[in-house]
């Protein structure tokens, strides 16, 4: 991230039309912290007069530089692409865009969202890499001075015993304090109250995590529902470890891996509920303007639980957008399966958008397809197609992987640029399976997803 956050527009840009507009870049802590404040009062206090504002959230694995840069890449490739198809929007049309920038780095083993490998045969990256050294670095930060050295060297040994898994799974959750959670009673919804706390997980769960992970392979998945943890671990460790005795050469990368996506996932919530909520609040009281979300991964998390989070009796936004989201298939669920008077924790969200929420699914995202419901277990990870209920491999799968479960919704596959969507109502979902466009979990730039964002703005 740059040294100094300037107090005003990251840079300027102009329509397809010639009209000047601003784009800014609000950077937060991985609490939610906004850590350029004067650069959200800027913001906040010039976002009269506009059109429409876009807010848009990136997903794990982007620094600064790759953040800012698929940014631009996309509101290039749209602009681009309204003026080849010579798509109208009205006279009166006066953007403004808000990217939010929050610390989502995770291992470069887990892939860096250009492609669909995250887990597969392929040799992974040496752990002394930059990004990865960063990422141990900022995990070691949280560990006690006692332990760190312990810590680095377990973390980047090549294999590990079953005592030495233990302990760096022990290490790991003694500094996890869990998120919030992504389910909630009917009755705490229409009390206007906030999820609750997320337990953290423990060491059980990263072991057991971690033994699935290691067992999958595309010819030889696991059981996912039988073969695993809730909440503080109902699988003792037996029979974990007893999975043909991975333990006694386990990669530590397989431990660090479900704690990664933990951590990335829990600290999307908390940026998304302690500070964009706070951005998205102003936005919605300061001005007339039609606000827009987009996300992408994690980012749907950020966007989704900072609507989620603005007071009630607060004015609609106008569209969102997820991209391959990274969020529970039950997020926007009325009733989540085998959990009595339970519903999604985004569910109520719908009604915040005038507009249908539209999110995509694609067979092709390897990480939300094989990784996801393998490591997020918890208890709270339930809530968060367009297949028919059951065929998901798991009921803790993405709902960017496998499409909506648990909710009514309209289902699509994904339409070329130019080829009209009919659109539900507002209130309601709209889930497109993105299968033939999107080639992989990163891979949410294009001439199809840019015709979808214009879709979802220019929606009545």
Same mark, same amino acid.
């Given at each position: 991230?740059?040294?100094?956050?300037?107090?005003?527009? #990251?840079?300027?840009?102009?329509?397809?039309?010639?009209?000047?507009?601003?784009? %800014?870049?609000?950077?937060?802590?991985?609490?939610?912290?906004? !850590?350029?404040?004067?650069?959200?009062?800027? @913001?906040?206090?010039?976002?009269?007069?506009?059109?429409?504002?876009?807010? /848009?959230?990136?997903?794990?694995?982007?620094?600064?530089?790759?953040?800012?840069?698929? %940014?631009?890449?996309?509101?290039?490739?749209?602009?681009?692409?309204?003026?080849?198809?010579?798509?109208?929007?009205?006279?009166?049309?006066?953007?403004?865009?808000?990217?939010?920038?929050?610390?989502?780095?995770?291992?470069?083993?887990?892939?860096?969202?250009?492609?669909?490998?995250?887990?597969?045969?392929?040799?992974?990256?040496?752990?002394?890499?930059?990004?990865?050294?960063?990422?141990?670095? *900022?995990?070691?930060?949280?560990?006690?001075?006692?332990?760190?050295?312990?810590? /680095?060297?377990?973390?980047?040994?090549?294999?590990?015993?079953?005592?030495?898994?233990?302990?760096?799974?022990?290490?790991?959750?003694?500094?996890?304090?869990?998120?919030?959670?992504?389910?909630?009673?009917?009755?705490?919804?229409?009390?206007? *109250?906030?999820?609750?706390?997320?337990?953290?997980?423990?060491?059980?769960?990263?072991?057991? !995590?971690?033994?699935?992970?290691?067992?999958?392979?595309?010819?030889?998945?696991?059981?996912?529902?039988?073969?695993?943890?809730?909440?503080?671990?109902?699988?003792?460790?037996?029979?974990?470890?007893?999975?043909?005795?991975?333990?006694?050469?386990?990669?530590?990368? &397989?431990?660090?891996?479900?704690?990664?996506?933990?951590?990335?996932?829990?600290?999307?919530?908390?940026?998304?509920?302690?500070?964009?909520?706070?951005? @998205?609040?102003? @936005?919605?009281?300061?001005?007339?303007?039609?606000?827009?979300?987009?996300?992408?991964?994690?980012?749907?998390?950020?966007?989704?639980?900072?609507?989620?989070?603005?007071?009630?009796?607060?004015?609609?936004?106008?569209?969102?957008?997820?991209?391959?989201? !990274?969020?529970?298939?039950?997020?926007?669920?009325?009733?989540?399966?085998?959990?009595?008077?339970?519903?999604?924790?985004?569910?109520?969200?719908?009604?915040?958008?005038?507009?249908?929420?539209?999110?995509?699914?694609?067979? &092709?995202?390897?990480?939300?397809?094989?990784?996801?419901?393998?490591?997020?277990?918890?208890?709270?990870?339930?809530?968060?197609?367009?297949?028919?209920?059951?065929?998901?491999?798991?009921? #803790?799968?993405? @709902?960017?992987?496998?499409?909506?479960?648990?909710?009514?919704?309209?289902?699509?596959?994904?339409?070329?640029?130019?080829?009209? #969507?009919?659109?539900?109502?507002?209130?309601?979902?709209?889930?497109? &399976?993105?299968?033939?466009?999107?080639?992989?979990?990163?891979?949410?730039?294009?001439?199809?997803?840019?015709?979808?964002?214009?879709?979802?703005?220019?929606?009545?």
């Amino acid at each position: 991230m740059p040294t100094l956050i300037p107090a005003g527009p #990251y840079k300027h840009l102009t329509t397809v039309e010639g009209v000047d507009f601003p784009y %800014y870049v609000i950077p937060f802590d991985e609490d939610g912290v906004c !850590a350029g404040p004067q650069t959200l009062k800027h @913001l906040l206090d010039h976002s009269a007069g506009y059109s429409d504002i876009f807010v /848009f959230s990136h997903g794990w694995n982007n620094d600064w530089t790759a953040a800012t840069k698929r %940014y631009d890449d996309f509101i290039r490739g749209f602009q681009e692409m309204r003026k080849s198809l010579k798509l109208q929007v009205p006279s009166t049309f006066r953007p403004l865009l808000v990217g939010i920038f929050w610390p989502s780095q995770a291992l470069e083993w887990f892939e860096s969202e250009t492609g669909p490998q995250m887990a597969s045969d392929v040799p992974a990256p040496a752990a002394s890499t930059e990004r990865d050294w960063g990422v141990l670095q *900022d995990i070691g930060t949280h560990i006690s001075v006692a332990q760190r050295a312990r810590f /680095f060297s377990l973390a980047q040994q090549q294999t590990l015993s079953a005592d030495e898994a233990k302990e760096l799974a022990e290490m790991l959750a003694s500094i996890s304090d869990g998120g919030e959670d992504d389910i909630s009673t009917k009755a705490d919804q229409q009390a206007g *109250d906030q999820p609750p706390a997320l337990a953290a997980p423990t060491a059980m769960d990263l072991l057991s !995590a971690a033994a699935e992970i290691t067992a999958s392979s595309p010819t030889a998945e696991p059981d996912y529902d039988t073969v695993g943890v809730q909440q503080g671990g109902s699988v003792a460790p037996q029979a974990a470890i007893s999975l043909g005795g991975l333990f006694s050469a386990l990669d530590p990368r &397989n431990i660090l891996k479900p704690f990664t996506v933990w951590q990335m996932k829990d600290r999307a919530g908390k940026v998304g509920r302690n500070g964009v909520r706070e951005l @998205l609040r102003g @936005l919605l009281s300061r001005t007339q303007s039609r606000v827009h979300l987009l996300g992408h991964s994690y980012g749907c998390k950020v966007v989704m639980t900072a609507l989620a989070s603005v007071p009630s009796g607060t004015r609609a936004v106008q569209s969102a957008v997820l991209f391959q989201p !990274a969020i529970s298939q039950y997020a926007f669920a009325t009733d989540i399966k085998t959990m009595q008077n339970m519903r999604g924790g985004l569910q109520h969200t719908l009604g915040r958008v005038t507009a249908p929420v539209i999110c995509t699914f694609s067979d &092709n995202d390897w990480p939300l397809t094989k990784l996801f419901h393998l490591a997020l277990r918890r208890e709270g990870d339930l809530g968060e197609d367009p297949k028919a209920a059951g065929l998901a491999p798991s009921k #803790y799968c993405a @709902l960017g992987g496998y499409g909506p479960q648990g909710t009514a919704s309209d289902n699509v596959t994904i339409h070329d640029e130019g080829q009209p #969507y009919t659109l539900p109502k507002g209130g309601t979902l709209l889930a497109v &399976n993105g299968t033939g466009r999107i080639g992989g979990h990163g891979d949410i730039s294009n001439q199809a997803t840019w015709w979808l964002a214009y879709t979802a703005a220019t929606s009545a």
